[in-house]
Structure formats: structure tokens, C-alpha cells
């Protein structure tokens, strides 16, 4: 039986204002933290290491309903620096091609 598991894509833009020099996507590794934390609290599962692809950084969650998993790619989606244009593509661990699920525009509307 297939694994549900939502992609979050993040375009991959430079943060903002930041200092000469400076690495250009801070946000990567604080997603990775956030998803990181999620997973220790038991709330989802990292899926897969996030990855370059294209024009954008894809992050794998999985491990929760669909709803969850979607609640948290809007939160990534609203987190300081991570650029606008920022999706979710509801897939499964069967999946030959990254966003070949139905995409979904984030951040969610508000409940």
C-alpha cells in the first residue's frame, strides 16, 4: 500500500536583505529544522532529504493524514525568509518524478 507523503516546494530565491557574502538560502536549514522537530515531537515523518530540483528546494513529509501533512507545508510556507510561490504536491512514495501529485497553493486559507 502506498505512503502518502506531501512535497513541499519552495523556490529557490535568496532570503532577503541579507549581508555580503552571506550564504543565500538560511531558510533551508531552518525548514529542516522545523520538519526536524516535528518528527522528535512525533508529529510527522521526514520522508526523504530535501533536495534541489529544477527552480525550486523540494522537503518530503509523511507519517500523518493528509490534512496534517498539508497543515504542516502551510506553516512551512508562512515561516520568516522562505519565499513566496511556495506549494504542496500530494503524492505518494510510489511517485517516479517529483509534483506529479495534485498540487495545492499554500499557505492554506485560515480555518
Given at each position: 500500500?502506498?505512503i502518502?507523503?506531501?512535497?513541499?516546494?519552495?523556490?529557490?530565491?535568496?532570503?532577503?536583505?541579507?549581508?555580503?557574502?552571506?550564504?543565500?538560502?538560511p531558510?533551508?536549514?531552518?525548514?529542516?529544522?522545523?520538519l526536524?522537530?516535528?518528527?522528535?515531537?512525533?508529529?510527522v515523518?521526514v520522508?526523504?532529504?530535501?533536495?534541489?530540483?529544477?527552480?525550486?528546494?523540494?522537503?518530503?513529509?509523511?507519517?500523518?493524514?493528509?490534512?496534517e501533512?498539508?497543515a504542516?507545508?502551510?506553516?512551512?510556507?508562512?515561516?520568516?525568509?522562505?519565499?513566496?510561490?511556495t506549494?504542496?504536491?500530494?503524492s505518494?512514495d510510489g511517485?517516479?518524478?517529483?509534483?506529479?501529485?495534485?498540487?495545492v497553493?499554500l499557505?492554506?486559507?485560515?480555518?
Open positions: 500500500m502506498p502518502l507523503v506531501v512535497e513541499i516546494h519552495v523556490p529557490l530565491l535568496p532570503a532577503p536583505n541579507l549581508p555580503e557574502g552571506a550564504y543565500p538560502f531558510w533551508i536549514e531552518e525548514i529542516e529544522d522545523f526536524s522537530d516535528l518528527e522528535g515531537q512525533g508529529d515523518e520522508f526523504d532529504d530535501g533536495e534541489e530540483h529544477e527552480d525550486v528546494y523540494v522537503f518530503f513529509v509523511a507519517g500523518a493524514g493528509e490534512e501533512l498539508l504542516v507545508a502551510s506553516h512551512v510556507a508562512t515561516r520568516p525568509a522562505v519565499p513566496t510561490g506549494f504542496a504536491v500530494v505518494d511517485a517516479e518524478e517529483f509534483g506529479l501529485g495534485r498540487h497553493a499557505p492554506l486559507p485560515a480555518a
